[in-house]
């Protein structure tokens, strides 16, 4: 049993909302949607099993930032309050996989304490062919 977790920060009144995800043959995956009153900024979810799909192409972690919301700040805090939330789950460590051209989500990665463990090859219906390098961040 997971613990229900209900984040609110108070930087920007940035709330996260929680929803719950089975999906056959995945890792359960919580999901969270960072609102900053009534206005969508982005989300994070948190895959706490790790699964080949989550070692190969999805990490443990995945978040995004809306494009209109991008160079304010909120990558950090919503990864920064997902990484709370994780070790709230009793995860000791989180995988990140970073699309080797996103160099804003690497720079962020780094700057949470993500270190380097390698770069694989990997292929998707929405990008085809491309390279992703993976992060640790420990948790402990």
């Not at 809306?66 to 997902?82: A, D, F, N, P």
């Not at 304490?113 to 694989?120: L, S, V």
Request: with cysteine.
């Amino acid at each position: 049993e997971h613990p229900d977790i209900s984040l609110a920060t108070v930087y920007r009144n940035l709330s996260l909302f929680k929803e719950q995800g089975l999906i056959r043959g995945q890792s359960p995956s919580i999901h969270y949607w960072a609102v900053d009153g009534e206005r969508f900024i982005g989300e994070f979810q948190l895959r706490t099993q790790f699964t080949d799909k989550v070692m190969t192409e999805i990490g443990s972690i995945g978040y995004a930032v809306r494009v209109t919301e991008w160079g304010k700040g909120y990558g950090t805090q919503i990864l920064q309050s997902g990484l709370e939330i994780a070790k709230a789950y009793g995860m000791e460590k989180v995988l990140l996989t970073i699309h080797e051209n996103n160099v804003a989500s690497i720079r962020l990665c780094e700057k949470m304490g993500g270190k380097w463990q390698d770069t694989i090859e990997a292929c998707n219906d929405a990008e085809g062919h491309h390279s992703i390098r993976r992060y640790w961040i420990m948790l402990s």
